[in-house]
């Protein structure tokens, strides 16, 4: 697995601005060449470029897998269309949600997505639809923002520093790995937005510590 330090547009919180899976990396039109470049040569991926309501924040208003992307309700109806037309096989679609921030509540692989508990029955539902997996509502440190504090891929599971002991474990019997915990950008425990990963490899902000990065690749290893 590929491991590489980087900052977007000044930032060490660098999953604000993107959302991987193991086929695509979805960023904003904005990015410069350099980062995108950068990002699906260490990725290993095709970029796709959309924006959300104008923003570049892909990685805080989308969530990806394999099998389809959520989108924000501030997803506007050109922009939705534009990612529809661009077929690439996979579901797209938009949840109607006050939780709009749609990459710090939803924590997703091909197999589970771990979200928000205050997600009603309905949300859940259309987030299942989409990324087509198993749903489960869940927090981890009180942290109700799963996608913001933790990481999830294919190949592994992260937990930020303060998760809990029993809380690691009820989250490594749901996804089936050992976890590892950590921080990232030097003691962040935003950790979700704090990188960005696939099964290829791991991105983390310019600022993450090797330490941080090494427990970071110990678990998705």
Do not use: H
Not at 48 to 68: C, Q, Y
Not at 127 to 156: C, H, P, S, W, Y
Not at 164 to 169: F, G, N, R, S, V
């Amino acid at each position: 697995m590929e491991a590489a330090k980087y900052k977007i547009m000044g930032s060490d919180y660098v999953g604000v601005f993107a959302t991987a899976t193991d086929e695509f990396v979805f960023v904003g039109t904005g990015l410069t060449k350099n980062s995108k470049d950068m990002l699906t040569s260490v990725l290993g991926v095709r970029c796709i470029e959309f924006n959300v309501s104008g923003s570049d924040l892909i990685g805080l208003f989308s969530r990806a897998n394999s099998n389809g992307i959520v989108l924000s309700n501030i997803t506007l109806e050109n922009e939705l269309e534009s990612l529809k037309k661009m077929d690439l096989g996979i579901n797209v679609g938009i949840i109607e949600s006050d939780l709009n921030a749609i990459g710090s509540n939803i924590l997703t692989n091909d197999k589970i997505a771990i979200v928000n508990p205050d997600y009603d029955a309905k949300e859940v539902e259309g987030i299942r639809d989409i990324l087509d997996v198993e749903v489960i509502k869940a927090k981890m440190d009180g942290f109700k923002t799963v996608g913001a504090n933790n990481i999830l891929t294919n190949q592994g599971l992260v937990i930020n520093n303060r998760g809990t002991a029993q809380e690691q474990k009820e989250w490594d019997d749901m996804t089936g790995f050992t976890s590892v915990r950590t921080t990232a950008n030097t003691g962040g425990l935003s950790i979700g937005l704090s990188v960005i990963t696939n099964s290829n490899a791991v991105i983390a902000g310019d600022n993450t510590t090797g330490f941080e990065l090494a427990r970071i690749m110990e678990a998705l290893e």
